[in-house]
Each structure stands twice: as structure tokens, then as C-alpha cells.
């Protein structure tokens, strides 16, 4: 993608600034796509679906051109505001930097989710299985009498579950990280500048709420797995409490074309 086309899709008036920054990257599943940036030039791409295949060369070979046009805005952006990007980073900020990562890293909800992250992936990789043995049980008792008609509901709704869990589950812990690097950094000269760190608090929120009601649904589908579900429910719902909290504007934040704003 050239500079001149990323100019333009960032320039169009339809596009709401900020709005990828606080998404649950569920594109498939947005009604705002049409006013991200990300999107926009997601669709631009003309060179075939290979490049968006990670395992295709064309796909890296898209993202160093998109790399490669946005360092060349951000190399005329420094010029003109008289920003240094060669400038070496000093050893105290070296230090700093490491500082925050650990701190961060170390911090209870973090170390919380990413705990959480590990056991929901590992329960992911088997879901397939699960969702296949529930689908055979479906069709045995639909052949032997026991219900009038193929559950196809009840099956699409659990299917729906899992993938909802499947997806949030790295996304929780990666919002709080952010969210909890930005909160340990020196506060906002203004106050009244809604939080970037509430505002990713609040996406990480919304995967919980979302990943707490698939859980519960699953619960009633899974018996065989009810200690293990139970399990990730009491789990999350800590994590939701103690990120409520940590970050008590978080519910309020209002995040750009999502929660009323443009």
C-alpha cells in the first residue's frame, strides 16, 4: 500500500479515530468497520486472500509494505516537530522501561489473567473434540427416538460459546497488561482526560462479561467438564471484581464510536 492511499483512508470523514484501539479485534462480528482505518485498509488490499494467510509469503510481504509506507509518515512527522528518532535510549531509560515491564508483569490482575490465559488455551485446543462427541451424541438421540428434532439450536449456541472463550481468552490478558503499563506510568497533566488505561480496562471487561455467560453456557452442555468449568467461572469472575476495583472508571469509559462518540 502506498502512502498516498493510506493518507487518504485515514483522511476520510467516515473514519473514527481511535476506534480500533478499544475493539475487541472481532472484525467479522462488528458493525463498525466501515469507520476503522484498519479495516479500511484491510479491504484496500487488492493483492488476493494469500496475503492474508500468515503461512503465505504474500501476507509478510503486505505487511513490510504497509510497515514500510507507515515509517516513512512517521519519519516526516518527526522531521517536521523536530523529533530525533535516532536518538540512542539513555541508560536510565533503559532502566525504566525494564522497570515497568516487570512491575507490570508481576502485578496481581495480570499475573491473574495470563494464568487464566494458559488454562483457557490449553481447554481451547480441545473443544474440537468436545463439540464433536456433543454433535454424535445429538444424532444418536435423535436416531434412537429420544427428541423429535436435530437440537441444531442448542448445538449452533454451543458452538457460538466456545468460540467466544476461544477468542477473549488471550485478549483479556493482553487489555490488562496495557492497562496496567499505562496506569503505572506518571499521571495525565489533565485529569479530565479519559484514561487510556480505562479505556483498555473496559475492553478487557467486556471480554470477561462475554466469557463468564459462554462459560455458564456451557456448563449445562458439558457435564463432564463442570469442575473445570466452575473452575474458569470463579477464576474470571475474581479477575472482573479485582480489575473493577483497579480501575473504578473503567464501566464508564467512553470508548470512540462504541459507546455513544465519534
Sequence with gaps: MDKEKLKKIV?????????HNYCDRWC???PKT?????????????????????????????????FSTTMEMVQEFAEKNGIDLNRPATEEEKAEGVRFDTKTREYP???????????ARAWCNSANDLLKQKVSEAETHLRLGLCDTAPETELKELREAVEVVCWYYAQIGVKLRRAVRQMLQPPEL???????????????????????????????????QEKDI??????LERLRRETERTF???????????????
Design 11 to 19: 483522511d476520510n470523514p467516515r473514519i473514527i479515530a481511535g476506534i
Design 248 to 262: 473504578p472508571k473503567a464501566r464508564a469509559f467512553l470508548r470512540p464510536g462504541f459507546d455513544g462518540t465519534e
Design 109 to 119: 490482575i495480570v499475573r491473574a489473567a495470563m494464568s487464566y490465559l494458559k488454562s
Design 28 to 30: 467479522e462480528r462488528c
Design 190 to 224: 489533565d485529569e479530565d482526560i479519559p484514561s487510556d488505561s480505562d479505556g483498555s480496562a473496559k475492553v478487557a471487561l467486556i471480554g470477561m462479561d462475554r466469557s463468564l455467560a459462554a462459560w455458564a453456557l456451557m456448563l449445562k452442555s458439558f457435564p463432564e
Design 34 to 66: 466501515s469507520c476503522c482505518s484498519v479495516w479500511a485498509m484491510e479491504q484496500a488490499d487488492t493483492s488476493g486472500p494469500e496475503s492474508r494467510d500468515p503461512e503465505n509469503e504474500a501476507f509478510w510481504n503486505r505487511l513490510h509494505g504497509i
Design 230 to 235: 466452575l473452575d474458569f467461572l470463579v477464576r
